[in-house]
């Protein structure tokens, strides 16, 4: 993903101290060429930036759920509630949110004490981050970044030399 943004930003920066070149007849139109490409870069630019965005913090919550299930899970926590309240915290799910992904894996209410000694399990706690995630409708929005991306980045053209960057970023893309 990095790579992918790296070339998106190296596009656009070749882009912008590039000149077209063309005489002054042919300005015009090249110049509302370059105009729609380069918004067209900037949009899959602003696009991939959000995607990875998203990306980063559900990974950072899956990390902050394993973090949490293989070195902070403790059984001290005797009434439940403020052990699944130490592993919202370390995953950035609200407390409602892990408790309805639990209620729907188990199909029934639950107490927090029985939540708290199911989300000591490693994969349960995975199962409970993703799942949220998912509730929230986080992997839509960045599969939809990706589509906007993605078809920004077709209206690009290698028509002039100083899109040469462009070929290589798509290429990378499709």
Known sequence: MKKLISLVLAAIMIFSICSCGATTGEQGTSKNQKEVEYAAAEIAYTELVKAEDLSVS???????????????????????????????????IEVSELM??????????IWYKEAWEMLENLSFSMYVVNRAWENRGEYEKINEHLNLAKESL??????HSDYTGYSVLKSTIF
């Not at 309805?100 to 209410?109: L, R």
């Open 58 to 92: 559900i990974m950072d919550s899956i990390y902050g759920a394993w973090y949490f299930s293989i070195y902070k899970y403790d059984d001290d926590y005797v009434d439940g509630l403020s052990g699944v309240m130490a592993f919202s915290d370390a995953t950035d």
């Open 154 to 159: 077709k209206t690009l053209t290698n028509e």
């Open 100 to 109: 309805d992904v639990i209620k729907e894996y188990v199909g029934s209410d």
